[in-house]
């Protein structure tokens, strides 16, 4: 073997590493060589192969024992210099070339890429980085150093996924050329370490404009679910973003800068750059999938649960490495996660409607607060019908039962088949709201207002499931049949207990003096008749002014029902024994209302009015 002393490749060589040299050289402290001249950084490269080259021919000779120690030190010791260097020097270019990318430009295209998307023509290094069978190693590296990119693109698509150049094809040669030299030396470490840090920062970076922050999962979970709501919407934006432009894009740098040097390199330097901030992504939903269960999460939750879903087939494109394989197998979990919240939390709600303990009646026999939460929660579920059918598998906890049970309402199953398990759960909800509407009802003194506020309360379930078609299609016209009737039902009820009492007064019986039609009429009675009838209908239009039914056309409905009945029971009477009252004294203390005044009076009912 020919030693460094004679081997004059060597010493040129040997004199350029040591003039780089920045911890004995001014020039090699101030200036940095691949931010110079482009033949300084050629040479360099070179003087590099040079080393490597006698290196690896003196650990041949070493083999053989034709090798001095002294001089496999000094070709070590002129490597390491050279390494150090090499390492600054790939740093360097890595800050300088590292720039933000534009956030909010990025947030509207993350969410809508096509398959007709011209693609990128990736760094070409299937010829000009592979040497031929002539070539030196020396060759093949710095052929790999002047590989260009033969297209200047600035992404490409793959779905939903975008990739963004991050560096120029120049930068991106010259990464090439350190690395292979680094790796070649026995750098790998450092190599991946230095890349690593540079590019977690850029990363890092643009999590913070990204708005995603460093929450613990202990963090997320001390957080007031009304600050949550917000981070929730930010961070599937975000999220959106990280998987399939920004980790796409970092897997595509790793892969043009390490694809030609060796194998899993590139999925060693894309992990070391994008695992944590994966893993602190990713913690901010797996804290939400874990988080103490309430009815107002859930829709944040299928929020996190669609949007993870969109995304984990992009998360298994980026992460598709084994190196990978805990990010991937995370996102999968936490989704499985989710979909238990949400299964959880429907459950949770239907025993919380059947529970739920109010006793103090609402005024005026008006819906009440939990009919109106119930029917705008499960609406919405309904908004969310694809989901939670994918979700929702089995049917509600009861089963197919008449219970006997006074605490739990009935339901047979049996009239439902062929229904989908959700929509027997939100069946079953709308029964559960009925039965337990059914106990507050039994909380009001006057019989009328607990039928009128059933009726209400009823009425408002079948606007609510007429005015969504997508839970009026699951709950079926079946059960807007039912719900109609017993609304109907509770408007009959109301009109017999109020006014019954009161058309009796209206009647011939009891009137005629002796049992004969024709023998004349009890004025006594009479007057008695006028007298009652006239205090049951004020105390009837006291007391139900002040009730109210808030939708327009029912409140109108029921107001034309009472003065069909009314009105013609009252002129008939009026017209049959008003002149055996006018002919007697102080006929206006008895007869106080025509059948107009009455037609009038019934407008007041159902207003609502305040207790005069």
Known sequence: METPENNSGYESAEKIILRWDSTASEEGRERMIFGTDRQEADVYLQAVDEIQRTLSSASISDCSHNV?????????????????????????????????????????????????????????????????????????????????SSDSSTYR????????????????????????????????????????????????????????????????QRLEWEA???????????????VR??????????????????????????METVKGPAIQLFNFAEAISISRRSPEKLFKILDLHDALMELLPDIEAVFDSKSSDSIRVQAAEILSRLAEAARGILSEFENAVLREPSRVPVPGGTIHPLTRYVMNYISLISDYKQTLIDLIMSKPSTGSRYSGDPSTPDMEFTELEGKTPLALHLIWIIVVLQFNLDGKSKHYRDVSLAHLFMMNNVHYIVQKVKG????????GDNCLRKLTGKFRQAATSYQRATWVSVLYCLRDEGLHVSGSFSSGVSKTVLRERFKTFNAMFEEVHRTQSMWLIPDGQLREELRISISEKLLPAYRSFLGRFRSHIESGKHPENYIKYSAEDLETAVLDFFEGYPAS
Not at 203 to 212: A, E, Q
Request: aromatic share 6%.
């Open 157 to 220: 698509t793959s779905s939903s996924i975008r990739e963004v150049d991050l560096m120029p094809a120049e930068a991106i040669c010259d990464l090439q050329a350190i690395a292979m030299r680094m790796i070649a030396a026995g750098y790998l470490r450092e190599c991946i370490q230095v890349y690593g840090s540079v590019r977690k920062s850029s990363v890092d970076s643009s999590f913070r404009k990204l708005g995603i922050e460093k929450l613990s999962i202990g963090d997320v």
């Open 68 to 148: 001095d120690a002294d001089d496999q030190s000094k070709v070590n010791t002129t490597i390491q210099i050279a390494m150090a260097r090499l390492e600054d020097e790939f740093r360097n270019i890595l800050i300088i070339h590292t720039s933000a990318l534009e956030i909010d430009s990025l947030f509207d295209s993350s969410t809508s890429f096509s398959s007709s998307t011209p693609t990128h023509h990736e760094l070409e290094d299937d010829e000009d980085c592979i040497s031929d069978d002539s070539g030196s190693s020396r060759n093949n590296l710095l052929q790999l150093h002047h590989c260009e």
């Open 245 to 270: 432009i920004l980790f796409a894009s970092e897997k595509k740098l790793c892969e043009q800068i390490f694809d030609c040097v060796g194998t899993d390199i590139d999925d060693a330097c894309f």
């Open 228 to 242: 949550l709501e917000g981070k929730i919407r930010r961070w599937i934006r975000a999220a959106r973003v990280c």
């Open 468 to 475: 969504s078609p997508e839970l009026r299609e699951m709950t």
